[in-house]
């Protein structure tokens, strides 16, 4: 399959709102399908290894931690990427779009596999770093090790669906990302439940699923650059040019990530009990923030496209159509999680105080799902405009504001309920979030964001 933007301009550039909802929806629906897959990949973690009791939970909460920091560290390769591409297709330039793609998917491929190497190596001693009883980090040492395998092909899949993206395709990643998800599945349930072996089961299906996803993605890629007659070997200079415009994202990111484990270092500190709940907790929300986040990525290929173009307003336009849509999508998830917190926790554990707890903070969960529809639309758009600098500062500026809030947790140690401990976490995480939608509400009011041509801001 080659994108078809690869072969002809999109029909988005029609005038006027509907034009821009019909644009919006054409990409954000395929992105909302294939973005739900992978915190499925973690979900359906979850839900298997729940059921083998609390421990290898609560070594899953560590491990996949880790591993989501590992990979997620890189998403620059996915929103950089997306921003560049975009630009150079609304300026018409396809051939030079799918170039900068190769650029970075051959970056993706050298930091994959130093990052892999590392991971394996190390895995013990950053499992170590949460504090988790004894039991929990030999789990946890167990699935990292194993899942580092899989880093090549997550990075891959990253830059790939970055590129295809900024040539407005959100289909052809869906197709991959169901096809992998479903591998995964099926792989888990044969590793861990008939061949016994346990959470290394689950970490080699879930290896197996993404390194295919990889592969698959990188036949389209290449197969839309012989088309275009685009260069494929790979050129260091440039490679290290797409690294360099990454720094900024990569800063954001980082932050964005010790926020997250921050936040699991304590829940660590507060007990088993609490770490399997704040576990599965943070899985359904990285389950949610995928699926709102699909207007986000609707906002960074239109917003670089539209910039790539030289048309401001279409920009101004299409932001104040996604943040109603985010809030008001984000509105109704959250509604229709706390309506069934008590009954979630149930597919994923048998203990009855995990499921306590876990039920207590999904309604907290829930409630904030509104503020999250905001922040990432917003935070989607600026980087669509390729505004990094200021993401970067802002999300440092962010997690220093977090800190007292998450560190009071801390010092205020087990309240001897695991229900107050998890809920205290979250409404901690929760005040992380208007933090953010702040800052990123007071860049949205200013202009400075909005450069036009292929440059980057």
């Known amino acids: ?140 040492t167990t699935y990292l090790r194993v899942s580092a395998a899989g880093l090549p092909g997550m990075l891959v899949v990253l830059a790939v669906t970055g590129v295809l993206r900024g040539l407005q395709d959100t289909r052809t990643p869906l197709v991959a990302s169901g096809v992998g998800f479903g591998a995964n599945i099926v792989l888990n349930l044969v590793f861990v439940y008939g061949f016994g072996w346990g959470i290394a089961g689950s970490a080699w299906g879930t290896v197996i699923a993404q390194t295919g996803m990889a592969t698959g993605l990188v036949v389209v890629l290449l197969g839309a650059a012989r088309r275009l007659e685009a260069r494929l070997r790979p050129h260091p200079g440039r ?108 597919l994923f554990t048998s203990d009855p105080q995990v499921r306590e707890a876990l039920g207590a903070a999904l309604v907290v969960v829930g409630l904030g799902q509104a503020l999250s529809g905001y922040v990432f639309v917003l935070d989607g758009v600026l980087i669509g405009a390729g505004d990094g600098r200021w993401l970067a500062w802002a999300s440092v500026a962010g997690f220093v504001a977090y800190l007292p809030f998450i560190l009071w947790v801390r010092h205020a140690g087990s309240s001897g309920s695991a229900v107050r401990d998890v809920v205290a976490l979250w409404l901690a995480f929760t005040a992380f979030m208007a933090i953010r939608g702040a800052l990123l509400w007071w860049r949205s009011r200013q202009d400075a964001w909005l450069v036009i041509g292929t440059g980057r801001a």
């Open 239 to 346: 490679i290290l040019g797409a690294a360099r415009t990454g720094i900024p994202l990569l800063v954001r990111t980082i932050a964005l990530r010790a926020t997250m484990l921050v936040t699991t270092w304590v829940a660590a500190s507060l007990g088993d009990v609490p770490l399997a709940a704040h576990q599965v907790a943070l899985t359904i929300w990285s389950f949610l923030a995928f699926a709102l986040d699909a207007l986000a990525i609707a906002g960074q290929a239109l917003t670089g496209k539209a910039l790539g173009a030289g048309d401001r307003a279409a920009v101004r336009d299409t932001l104040a159509i996604m943040v109603r849509w985010g809030v008001v999508g984000g509105l109704v998830v959250g509604l229709v999680l706390a309506a069934v917190h008590q009954l979630v926790p149930a």
């Open 1 to 140: 399959m080659v994108p078809a933007s690869v072969t002809a301009m999109p029909d988005a550039d029609v005038a006027g709102p509907s034009g821009h909802r019909r644009e919006i929806a054409r990409l954000a629906v395929p992105a909302f399908l294939a973005l739900i897959a992978e915190p499925l990949f973690l979900l359906a973690d979850s839900a298997i290894i729940g059921h083998l009791g609390t421990v290898p939970l609560a070594g899953l909460g560590i491990a996949s931690a880790a591993l989501v920091t590992a990979a997620g560290v890189f998403v620059f390769l996915a929103y950089g990427t997306t921003s560049v591409v975009a630009r150079h297709l609304g300026a018409g330039d396809q051939r030079s779009a799918v170039a900068a793609g190769i650029d970075g998917l051959w970056l993706a491929v050298g930091l994959g596999a130093v990052v892999a190497v590392l991971t394996a190596v190390f895995a013990e001693p950053i499992c170590a770093l949460f504090g988790s009883s004894p039991d929990a980090l030999a789990q946890a």
